[in-house]
């Protein structure tokens, strides 16, 4: 919403009818609709630009880096930022599988390939600085850059733009952290799709052979000391060198505190809650015997899954609640016994605590202010401007005397810095909106997707970052309740308990049609509201669009964004569940979302679908506008639409 514009008064409109006729809007006015927007400390100050250029061998971490450091400052800062791959723009062009003596520099016909590769890159990277937006921008120029030429080619053109330039350089001389990271490579870069181990492994070690004959750290020649640059050693070390500026500061406190080693968090919510039960928001109730008996299975869970690896060796493990009751009563049943770890060299062994249990307020659940205790009936009934307000912008909406979701992904920001170093297994008990900002940071979701993310109860959630994706697994350890005995489902969402909730449809019969159009079952992924499994789904086995089991998770993991292109986002529901489902990334490519009795939100999509990345060609096939069919969404499909959103009514 815009400020707005200045008041053109006279002194004598001051009088005592009106003493303040030209008020201080509140710090980033504008930024929401809501009347109580956030403050200053959790939007950009600034409108400063900032390129990151990353340098190093192959197998240093660089990108691991870049997408981590990128993720962080879009989701806590609110900074628009951009990842430029070169490998991606050589890809594009010379195709996925190039051979090691394709990087061989007297190859000539591969020198020039990736000189234009490096062009297309840094053209796309001027444009995005030289874009008009507001506040902050930083885009990611990630590549090896390893020689002085280079580093200098690209200061040169970025020159006259207007922002600054850091470099940070991953250096590994740990062989066996290197080995670790060709490994990595191997796994899950688009290089290597499909071939063999050994095969890889040694194409990858001449590849780095060619870069390593002209390779030049920085300032190894005395001529970049004026530079800002970070120089990352082994992930543990570190050099800093004529760093200056806020965003700068928090680019280099969050790098300090990566790890390369990928390692597992589990996210679980409290056991049920009275206050659960009685459908009341925030408190500091107690667990009821269900919850008590969720919390003894956890306890299991912990000690036979979390602290032991695959091969059901005891591993070194730790546990993190909340400071309300609630949690800590979850979490009192998981044993920590005394177990001897080993240090690095030359420290030895020592002693270590299993699961020794930490309570951080910063894990408090958000605090609803003059509504804590209330149903969201009665808040409804008792405030119904902020109901309403809240549900335009749940992000941003701030409780009276509370907080807002925007407040409490500032009081996480800590939290996830030391959750970015943190190399043990780690157990969160928690609470769903703290839950909720955690999801959304590690699987790369907008934090206006946060609010919505489904954590619900007696479920444990496996998040394992990497630096390409996170992968996720959900377990539930204990059966479920009734409908929103879990404060997971309020209300105008689809199956909210409640006088005005509305009854999701059963799932349509059309949705099968889909496959018509050559899209396989495994393909399809169930949405409804957030949810990733189909346990959680209220929808009979004999209606689910998959014929025995689910798809694998790698196939439902992220709301879409990591399926198998083309993916269809099926959901029958009610109509929030659709703007939901709208502001999900995944429709940024070949991504159909089908809902039903959605006609009066087709807007809705639309706009979501632009702010997706959809802006070139759009399908909109809405029930009564258009055929209003699965099959013609199917067609928009086929016929190469960049999104095609199809509302059946």
């Given at each position: 919403?815009?400020?707005?514009?200045?008041?053109?008064?006279?002194?004598?409109?001051?009088?005592?009818d009106n003493p303040n006729p030209t008020p201080h809007n509140v710090p980033a006015f504008g930024m929401t609709s809501c009347p109580n927007p956030v403050l200053f400390d959790t939007v950009?100050?600034?409108?400063?630009?900032?390129?990151?250029?990353?340098?190093?061998?192959?197998?240093?971490?660089?990108?691991?880096?870049?997408?981590?450091?990128?993720?962080?400052?879009?989701?806590?800062?609110?900074?628009?930022?951009?990842?430029?791959?070169?490998?991606?723009?050589?890809?594009?062009?010379?195709?996925?599988?190039?051979?090691?003596?394709?990087?061989?520099?007297?190859?000539?016909?591969?020198?020039?390939?990736?000189?234009?590769?490096?062009?297309?890159?840094?053209?796309?990277?001027?444009?995005?600085?030289?874009?008009?937006?507001?506040?902050?921008?930083?885009?990611?120029?990630?590549?090896?850059?390893?020689?002085?030429?280079?580093?200098?080619?690209?200061?040169?053109?970025?020159?006259?733009?207007?922002?600054?330039?850091?470099?940070?350089?991953?250096?590994?001389?740990?062989?066996?952290?290197?080995?670790?990271?060709?490994?990595?490579?191997?796994?899950?870069?688009?290089?290597?799709?499909?071939?063999?181990?050994?095969?890889?492994?040694?194409?990858?070690?001449?590849?780095?052979?060619?870069?390593?004959?002209?390779?030049?750290?920085?300032?190894?020649?005395?001529?970049?000391?004026?530079?800002?640059?970070?120089?990352?050693?082994?992930?543990?070390?570190?050099?800093?060198?004529?760093?200056?500026?806020?965003?700068?500061?928090?680019?280099?406190?969050?790098?300090?505190?990566?790890?390369?080693?990928?390692?597992?968090?589990?996210?679980?919510?409290?056991?049920?809650?009275?206050?659960?039960?009685?459908?009341?928001?925030?408190?500091d109730s107690e667990l009821t015997p269900e919850g008590r008996t969720y919390a003894r299975k956890l306890g299991e869970y912990a000690e036979k899954k979390i602290c032991r690896d695959e091969?059901?060796?005891?591993?070194?493990?730790?546990?993190?609640?909340?400071?309300?009751?609630?949690?800590?009563?979850?979490?009192?049943?998981?044993?920590?016994?005394?177990?001897?770890?080993?240090?690095?060299?030359?420290?030895?062994?020592?002693?270590?605590?299993?699961?020794?249990?930490?309570?951080?307020?910063?894990?408090?659940?958000?605090?609803?202010?003059?509504?804590?205790?209330?149903?969201?009936?009665?808040?409804?009934?008792?405030?119904?401007?902020?109901?309403?307000?809240?549900?335009?912008?749940?992000?941003?909406?701030?409780?009276?005397?509370?907080?807002?979701?925007?407040?409490?992904?500032?009081?996480?920001?800590?939290?996830?810095?030391?959750?970015?170093?943190?190399?043990?297994?780690?157990?969160?008990?928690?609470?769903?909106?703290?839950?909720?900002?955690?999801?959304?940071?590690?699987?790369?979701?907008?934090?206006?997707?946060?609010?919505?993310?489904?954590?619900?109860?007696?479920?444990?959630?496996?998040?394992?970052?990497?630096?390409?994706?996170?992968?996720?697994?959900?377990?539930?350890?204990?059966?479920?309740?009734?409908?929103?005995?879990?404060?997971?489902?309020?209300?105008?969402?689809?199956?909210?308990?409640?006088?005005?909730?509305?009854?999701?449809?059963?799932?349509?019969?059309?949705?099968?049609?889909?496959?018509?159009?050559?899209?396989?079952?495994?393909?399809?992924?169930?949405?409804?509201?957030?949810?990733?499994?189909?346990?959680?789904?209220?929808?009979?086995?004999?209606?689910?669009?998959?014929?025995?089991?689910?798809?694998?998770?790698?196939?439902?993991?992220?709301?879409?964004?990591?399926?198998?292109?083309?993916?269809?986002?099926?959901?029958?529901?009610?109509?929030?569940?659709?703007?939901?489902?709208?502001?999900?990334?995944?429709?940024?490519?070949?991504?159909?979302?089908?809902?039903?009795?959605?006609?009066?939100?087709?807007?809705?999509?639309?706009?979501?679908?632009?702010?997706?990345?959809?802006?070139?060609?759009?399908?909109?096939?809405?029930?009564?506008?258009?055929?209003?069919?699965?099959?013609?969404?199917?067609?928009?499909?086929?016929?190469?639409?960049?999104?095609?959103?199809?509302?059946?009514?």
């Open positions: 919403m815009a400020a707005p514009k200045s008041l053109e008064i006279d002194v004598c409109a001051v009088d005592d950009p100050a600034s409108k400063d630009r900032i390129v990151v250029v990353t340098t190093g061998l192959p197998a240093r971490g660089k990108t691991h880096i870049a997408r981590r450091v990128k993720n962080y400052l879009a989701f806590f800062h609110g900074v628009a930022c951009e990842n430029v791959n070169v490998a991606d723009y050589r890809r594009e062009r010379c195709g996925k599988h190039v051979p090691a003596a394709f990087f061989d520099d007297d190859n000539t016909e591969g020198r020039e390939a990736l000189s234009k590769a490096r062009e297309a890159a840094m053209a796309d990277v001027i444009r995005f600085v030289q874009a008009e937006d507001a506040f902050s921008k930083v885009v990611f120029y990630d590549g090896t850059n390893s020689t002085v030429t280079r580093r200098r080619w690209i200061l040169e053109q970025l020159k006259g733009l207007g922002c600054k330039v850091l470099f940070i350089e991953s250096v590994c001389r740990d062989e066996e952290l290197l080995r670790a990271n060709i490994m990595a490579v191997h796994a899950h870069s688009p290089d290597y799709v499909g071939v063999p181990l050994e095969q890889a492994i040694k194409d990858y070690g001449e590849r780095i052979s060619h870069f390593e004959r002209f390779a030049q750290p920085l300032d190894s020649d005395g001529t970049e000391a004026h530079l800002s640059w970070i120089r990352v050693i082994d992930m543990r070390r570190y050099v800093v060198n004529n760093v200056h500026g806020y965003l700068q500061g928090r680019i280099v406190q969050l790098v300090m505190n990566l790890r390369s080693a990928r390692h597992r968090f589990y996210l679980s919510r409290h056991g049920q809650s009275e206050y659960n039960t009685l459908g009341k928001i925030g408190g091969e059901g060796v005891e591993v070194p493990a730790r546990l993190w609640t909340s400071g309300l009751l609630r949690t800590r009563q979850t979490a009192e049943f998981i044993p920590h016994p005394k177990i001897t770890i080993q240090l690095p060299e030359p420290l030895g062994k020592t002693e270590w605590v299993q699961m020794r249990p930490r309570a951080w307020h910063n894990l408090d659940e958000i605090y609803a202010g003059v509504c804590d205790g209330m149903s969201y009936d009665e808040i409804k009934a008792k405030y119904p401007d902020e109901y309403e307000w809240r549900k335009k912008d749940k992000l941003a909406y701030r409780y009276p005397r509370g907080e807002s979701y925007l407040d409490v992904c500032h009081r996480l920001e800590p939290i996830i810095m030391e959750m970015e170093r943190c190399s043990e297994p780690l157990l969160i008990v928690a609470h769903q909106g703290i839950l909720r900002i955690v999801y959304a940071y590690f699987m790369g979701l907008p934090r206006e997707e946060a609010p919505y993310v489904s954590i619900p109860l007696n479920t444990v959630i496996t998040l394992q970052p990497g630096t390409y994706t996170c992968e996720e697994t959900r377990e539930l350890l204990h059966t479920k309740h009734e409908v929103n005995s879990d404060g997971q489902l309020e209300p105008d969402a689809p199956g909210a308990a409640g006088p005005s909730a509305k009854e999701p449809p059963p799932m349509s019969p059309l949705l099968r049609k889909a496959a018509g159009g050559g899209l396989s079952f495994e393909s399809y992924f169930v949405l409804g509201p957030r949810q990733l499994s189909s346990h959680d789904l209220d929808v009979p086995k004999s209606e689910q669009p998959w014929d025995d089991d689910p798809p694998p998770t790698e196939h439902r993991a992220r709301g879409g964004a990591r399926l198998s292109a083309p993916c269809l986002a099926l959901w029958a529901g009610a109509r929030s569940i659709c703007v939901v489902a709208a502001r999900c990334t995944c429709l940024s490519r070949t991504c159909v979302l089908f809902v039903r009795d959605l006609a009066q939100d087709w807007a809705c999509l639309w706009q979501a679908c632009s702010r997706a990345g959809t802006s070139h060609r759009h399908w909109v096939c809405a029930g009564g506008r258009a055929s209003g069919s699965v099959a013609a969404g199917v067609q928009c499909l086929r016929a190469g639409a960049a999104c095609a959103a199809c509302l059946l009514s």
